[in-house]
Nanobody, 116 residues
């Protein structure tokens, strides 16, 4: 199974920016979807954004216009650029890899805290 490692989380003031990275442990040669999810205390994990091998993207309404997901297939890495951060963006952010016919792979998460 592919291992995913997130990085780039931290503490930032409202209005600031962070860039998250998620690196896969090996090349993924099949069509796949890589996504970012988040879970705030007391809430369910929710989709933030995902991106397919070909580059098509999908965003949660709450982050449209502020967050941008991208991927570098040569580096087996997906990124999440987060701008205009709000306190309600505070959560643990997880990376997920979906390949049809295989179990999903999840990273361990990275904490993002936005202070008001």
């Amino acid at each position: 199974q592919v291992q995913l490692v997130e990085s780039g989380g931290g503490l930032v003031q409202a209005g600031g920016s962070l860039r998250l990275s998620c690196a896969a442990s090996r090349s993924i040669f099949t069509v796949n979807v890589m996504g970012w999810y988040r879970q705030a205390p007391g809430k369910q994990r929710e989709l933030v954004a995902d991106i397919r091998t070909g580059g098509s993207t999908n965003y949660a309404n709450s982050v449209k216009g502020r967050f941008t997901i991208s991927r570098d297939n040569a580096k087996n890495t997906v990124y999440l650029q987060m701008n205009s951060l709000k306190p309600e963006d505070t959560a643990i952010y997880y990376c997920k890899l979906t390949v049809a016919g295989f179990p999903d792979s999840w990273g361990r998460g990275t904490q993002v805290t936005v202070s008001s």
